[in-house]
């Protein structure tokens, strides 16, 4: 779960507006994963590109957090086989390929790397339209 303040919902559901409540019009402009301690991404709509990062919408997400989505989502991670050391059967479980950060720095493809900062953007707005109609239940 990431947690969003209160003036990132209020420019996320900006954002959620101005693309006529078409999720799939917002993208990634750009991102950074500064001193792997905060991943930043600037949002756009896809139909209405913006000159520079200033015009964008930032949004700061925790390490922490991020390592937690990677892990959730198992993107470090892959089915597989191991053999019990000392029982000497075969068993099915989740291999992990690296600890999340780094498996997003030093392991991850560029594609895989995509599929992770998606899956925060994803992340992000079903929370925000989640705790939003929860609230509007509670009313």
């Not at 006529?20 to 402009?29: F, M, P």
């Not at 989740?94 to 030093?106: G, H, M, Q, S």
């Not at 953007?121 to 939003?132: G, I, R």
Request: a negative charge.
């Amino acid at each position: 779960m990431i947690k969003i303040n209160q003036k990132l919902k209020d420019k996320l559901w900006w954002l959620i507006i101005s693309v006529d409540y078409n999720y799939s019009r917002i993208t990634i402009a750009d991102h950074d994963l500064r001193d792997d301690d905060v991943l930043t991404l600037w949002l756009e709509d896809k139909q209405d590109f913006k000159n520079s990062l200033d015009d964008c919408l930032q949004v700061d997400i925790p390490a922490k957090q991020f390592a937690k989505l990677i892990r959730a989502e198992n993107l470090n991670s892959y089915e597989g086989s191991k053999i019990h050391p000392t029982k000497n059967y075969v068993y099915r479980t989740r291999i992990e390929i690296n600890e999340p950060l780094a498996w997003y720095i030093d392991d991850a493809t560029q594609t895989e790397q995509q599929w992770a900062r998606e899956a925060v953007l994803k992340q992000l707005l079903t929370e925000l339209v989640e705790t939003e109609a929860h609230g509007i239940e509670a009313w």
